[in-house]
């Protein structure tokens, strides 16, 4: 399927949410419903040494562009490949002396974008970019105070001698990327690292409990000319069957907050009321804020979770700060006045439960955090949907857990499920596919080893884990 292809989408009036896209024919679980390169995109400001500006891939010994000393890419290949779109911004930032931050970099690239191609990249593009919605009107004072400090930044950071716009356009252009940015992550899905704008994507409209999934797909570097590389991309894949006319969705927020959270967070965001059928009928609040069998009493339930918010915000303080005994510390107290009052559905336990697991792996305690992360998993399982890519990389966090606590069985059965999700979800040729594919050969070797001679298998992986 080239990228950019659209005959499996179209576009149609969505009634009160607008336009909107529908699906053209039939879909089958896991397909491709069309990819599409950005129209611009910029590495964040914080990872702009990390991360390759051409592909966004987190990468070690970066090469610098001499020019302006901000870019960073991978090799030559991917730097000639992105120098189109790096071109302008290469010589602003030099005029500057510095580079913007990432919001102004990416109105800046968007305007060039648009001067070159106007605001339609391709024939695939449906609608030009400049036609996206935006909300500047609907903004908070304090967002709209900072819109206006970008926009007199931007115009310091524009070229002279280039086409000059006025204070409202590049504010209509701003207001476009905060309402449509679309966040990317690197190549193993674990990391924000930057924001692009797609147009067509653009069109997908919000579900709690969306029939889609988007997914950035890096491309392909390996090739020694930049001609032949496949291009950066996202693709909207198709989380289950999807009948022909059915509009396609896509969840703009986490499904494990509350509905009355949810709503809020797309208000302020993206300034629309969710009707969704999830938010209107709050389903699955119940399972969020569910309380142990022992049926604890209300004041009982009130003050535990007054104790895990307070717990949360100390256990945050204490990650950003890199102590993680103290984490742990909190963590455990927490959890102990949890039990038998919170259910291992609820929110906060949940939360506990996914940080206790991470920094115990981190530290090398797998037993414990394979223990951890088994009941993490068995609360997301009753919340999300079986193929939200979420669920899927978290039961693949808790397989690795397990593999490495030496649970081999368990393990295995963990990254097989894990597989089977993200297969849906990435498809067959991303990285962190791959990678589980890798995994999944592993344990399966190593469940055969086990099955056959235990006492061998452990001698094997002990000396393995002295390395």
Known sequence: MTVGNMERAELFDAGSKGRGLRAAKELNTGEVIFSEPSFAAVVFDSLATQVCHSCFRHQANLHRCAQCKFAHYCDRTCQTACWNEHKQECGAIKKLGSAPSENIRLAARVLWRMHKDTGIASDSQLISVDQLQEHVADLAAEDFKQLRADVHKFLQYWSYGTRQHSVDYISHIFGIIKCNGFTLSDQRGLQAVGVGLFPNLCLVNHDCWPNCTVILNHGNQSAVSSALHSQRRIELRALGKIPEGEELTVSYVDFLNLSADRQKK??????????????????????????ADSKPS???????????????????????????????????ECLQKQENVLADTNLYKLRVLSIASEVLSYQRSFAKAADYAHRM???????????????????????????????????????????????VTHGPNHAITKDLEGMRTQTEMELKMFKQNKAAYQTMRDAALKH
Request: aromatic share 8%; net charge neutral; hydrophobic share 35%.
């Open 266 to 291: 797309l208000k302020e965001r993206f300034h629309f009321d969710c009707t969704c059928e999830h938010c209107s009928k709050h389903i699955k609040d119940d399972l969020m804020t569910a309380v």
């Open 298 to 332: 209300a004041d009982k339930v009130k003050e535990v979770t007054a104790f895990s918010k307070e717990s949360l915000e100390k256990i945050e303080k204490s990650r950003v700060e890199g102590d993680y005994n103290e984490v742990l510390k909190l963590c455990y």
């Open 377 to 423: 998993v068995e609360g997301y399982r009753k919340l999300y949907h079986p193929n939200n890519a979420q669920l899927g990389m978290a039961i693949m966090r808790a397989g690795v857990t397990h593999w490495h606590a030496g649970q081999i069985e368990e393990g295995h059965s963990l990254i097989c499920q894990a597989y089977r999700i993200l297969m």
